[in-house]
């Protein structure tokens, strides 16, 4: 986290000051830095604390690095500071922590030696000491702003028996430019300070009670109440906060607190880019499963009877088509997909296109774009599943309803997508109907019908595919817009299967688009026919093949969206506008 925090104190003598700072070194240390310890330091302690592996090894750091040396800090000068000003001393060049995930540098001080961040460290301890505190003096409060950045404040009291009212005034601050961060930071930030602050409370506590039980100042004042106050502090009131807590290791401990602080508080919170609202497949993926889940929750032996309609040489294998429709809308289609294929003979639809025959091809793919049913027929189960597992990339989830394989046929109402075993009857007014296409698996009548397409792949040179339709798609017809460009970007070599995926989802997701206009202006708007026509010319969709398309799309729109759309007309908020 790009933060500095840092101790502050209000000094009776010089005002506000700042104490010990820790902030974030993101670049690696200058060379030599390593070897700058200070003679007399050979003890080397290292732990870990929260992955940052802590050294109690004093480096000497350069200017660059924050060193607080008289010749180059910008911090007051000696002559400036009193014992309760300073916390390290004189000589002491701080202490660096090393956070091995990250390569990152913790490094604490009394002062950054940047003039810039020193100005900003000492004009926030300054406010955090002065005008900007909550009500009672001691507690959290937000300041700042996008010049001198935004500081995160707890003030607060630590005993001391020779203090003027017993006690002096400290401030823990956090400094960020990046407001957003450091208001979500706030609950975070306020428990682990509050920690801090508690522990440095409890140790002053113990010695002040110590000291007053051993020689009671509040006597001893009352008894001297005419000499000046000024005058018999003698120097002695400015105390360090070592002396008042009595811990000569207090600030190694407050560079490791400040330094697991800055570490965890950056770590809690990550930026995610998103790329917009969730789009209509992920809408209705998502009910689709909280659907199946509810409905195992209510019926417990649902996935019991589920289970025997996979099978492809069983009576039960009926049971498919009988079982609840929901449970044959599965997204990802876990259910058929991978318990019984173990390679996929379709790969990809440019695959396909390569098998069947481009005329064949754009006839089956005009037909699955249009939502009329695909029926597969073959004795191979893998064969039919990969062949739907490949068309249906070419349709939003919420318009594929799929009955993998079936011993009988099923109405079209009931699936857009049917796999059947070659001896299933098919009624004849199916096969004359335009509103559905056959695809029959047959065995080959010579050992290879096209070109091997893969090295490890023999499975599909001993069938050959016959596709049929009562209303054959002709060849000099235009098509819908999305089927010339499905068939563009699979003819384009150039494209790598993966790139024709992601061309297939812009594709989708642009007509699905189109799909919403058109629902809420004819659905939820109710415009006439003529404004629909002028809308599907301005759409680029007023071509017949497109409108059949963007209508059996509409199926596919998510409950989510259109219970949004009718909640918003039904709002009096919106019909008052519409006025």
């Known amino acids: 986290m790009n933060a500095i925090v840092a101790l502050c104190h209000f000094c009776e003598l010089h005002g506000p000051r700042t104490l010990f700072c820790t902030e974030v070194l993101h670049s690696p240390l200058p060379q030599g830095a390593g070897s700058g310890d200070i003679s007399g330091q050979n003890e080397q302690a290292e732990e870990e604390e929260g992955g940052i592996q802590m050294s109690s090894r004093i480096r000497s750091h350069s200017p660059a690095e924050g060193a607080s040396a008289d010749s180059s800090s910008p911090g007051p000068k ?6 309760g000003c300073r916390s390290l001393a004189g000589g002491h060049p701080g202490y660096v922590s090393h956070d091995k995930e990250t ?10 030696n940047h003039p810039q961040l020193f ?16 009500p009672g003096r001691e507690g959290p409060i937000f300041f700042g702003d996008e010049q001198h950045g935004f500081v995160f404040s707890h003030t607060f009291f630590i005993k001391d028996s020779l203090a003027r009212g017993f006690q002096r005034w400290y401030s823990i601050i956090t400094i960020m430019m990046d407001r957003i961060y450091l208001i979500n930071s706030w609950p975070f930030l306020l428990g682990k300070i509050r920690g801090i602050i508690d522990e440095l409370q409890g140790k002053a506590l113990k010695v002040f009670e110590a000291e007053q039980f051993g020689c009671p100042q509040r006597a001893q ?20 906060l070592t002396s008042l807590t009595n811990d000569e290791n207090l600030w190694a401990c407050l560079h490791t607190s400040f330094a697991w602080l800055l570490k965890a508080c950056g770590s809690r919170l990550t930026e995610k880019l998103l790329e917009g609202a969730p789009t209509e497949d992920t809408l209705v993926q998502m009910e689709k499963l909280a659907d199946l889940k509810e409905e195992s929750e209510g019926w417990d032996g649902s996935e019991e009877e589920e289970k025997p309609s996979s099978q492809p040489d069983v009576v039960e294998g009926q049971e498919l088509s009988k079982s609840s429709p929901e449970t044959s809308l599965v997204p990802d289609c876990s259910s058929w997909n991978v318990a019984h294929r173990r390679l996929s003979v379709f790969r990809s639809l440019r695959h396909m296109r390569q098998v069947l025959g481009a005329s064949a091809f754009r ?10 049913q695909v029926i597969w027929k073959a004795q191979d189960m893998d064969l039919v599943q990969s062949a739907f597992d490949v068309l249906r990339t070419m349709l939003p989830i919420g318009c594929v309803r799929i009955i993998p394989y079936s011993q009988q046929y099923e109405e079209a109402y009931r699936c857009n997508f049917l796999g059947l075993s070659p001896h299933v009857q098919i009624p004849p007014h199916i096969l004359a109907s335009e509103f559905a296409v056959l695809v029959e698996v047959r065995a080959a009548s010579r050992s290879s019908l096209y070109p091997t397409l893969f090295d490890d792949e023999q499975s599909l040179n001993k069938y050959e595919f016959l596709v049929t339709s009562g209303s054959p798609v002709a060849a000099d017809r235009v098509g819908p817009t999305i089927l010339n460009k499905i068939e563009a970007a699979l003819t384009n070599q150039n494209l790598s299967v993966d790139v024709v995926d992601q061309c297939l989802v812009c594709l989708k997701e642009e007509w699905m688009n189109k799909v919403k206009v058109l629902f809420k202006f004819t659905k939820v708007d109710s415009r006439p026919k003529e404004d629909t026509q002028k809308l599907l010319s301005i759409l680029g969709a007023a071509e017949e093949d497109n409108v059949k398309l963007l209508k059996f799309w509409m199926t596919g729109l998510s409950k989510t969206y259109k219970s949004h759309l009718m909640s918003t007309v039904r709002s009096p908020t919106s019909s008052e506008c519409r006025n």
């Open 78 to 83: 000696k002559s400036d500071m009193c014992e």
């Open 103 to 112: 390569s990152i540098k913790y490094v604490s001080h009394q002062h950054p």
């Open 119 to 134: 100005s900003i460290v000492r004009q926030a301890c300054v406010r955090s000491l002065s005008c900007e505190v909550c």
């Open 221 to 240: 004042r009352m008894n001297t109440a005419f000499t000046p106050f000024l005058h018999q502090r003698n120097g002695n009131a400015a105390r360090s």
């Open 363 to 372: 006839m089956l793919a005009w037909h699955v774009l249009m939502g009329n």
